[in-house]
C-alpha cells in the first residue's frame, strides 16, 4: 500500500508566498515523477510542475518564475514553492507520484489535494 499526502495550504494575499510539501509513504521500492497539480472552481485540472526522478523540471507557462518545483528523494518528498501568488493561483493543489511499489508494479498515486486561496 502507498499513500501520498499533502500539506501547506492556505490563505495569503496577493503577492505572498507558500510552500506545499507532499509526502509519499508505504510500499515504495522507487518513486518516478513526481508532479503537482491544480483545479480552480469549475475548471479542469491542469499540471503545474513536473520533476523526474534526476532532477529535471517542467513547468505550466503561467507559473513559470513564480513556482520552484524540487524534491528530496532519501525522504520520498517533493515541495512546490510558490512565490508572487496571484488570484489566479487559487486552487486545489493535488500531488501525484509516479510509484514502482515493493512487487515491482508501477502505479500513479494521487494525493487529497490542499487549498490554497491567494486573496487581492
Known amino acids: 500500500q502507498v499513500h501520498v499526502a499533502e500539506s501547506g495550504g492556505g490563505l495569503v494575499q496577493a503577492g505572498g508566498s507558500l510552500r506545499l510539501s507532499c509526502l509519499a509513504s508505504?510500499?515504495?521500492?522507487?518513486?518516478?515523477?513526481m508532479s503537482w497539480y491544480r483545479q480552480a472552481p469549475g475548471k479542469q485540472r491542469d499540471l503545474v510542475a513536473r520533476i523526474t526522478s534526476g532532477g529535471s523540471t517542467n513547468y505550466a507557462d503561467s507559473v513559470k518564475g513564480r513556482f520552484t518545483i524540487s524534491r528530496d528523494n532519501a525522504k520520498n518528498t517533493v515541495y512546490l514553492q510558490m512565490i508572487n501568488l496571484k488570484p489566479e493561483d487559487t486552487a486545489v493543489y493535488s500531488c501525484a507520484a509516479r510509484v514502482t511499489n515493493t512487487a515491482r508494479s508501477t502505479t500513479d498515486y494521487w494525493g487529497q489535494g490542499t487549498q490554497v486561496t491567494v486573496s487581492s
Open positions: 508505504g510500499s515504495i521500492f522507487s518513486i518516478n515523477d
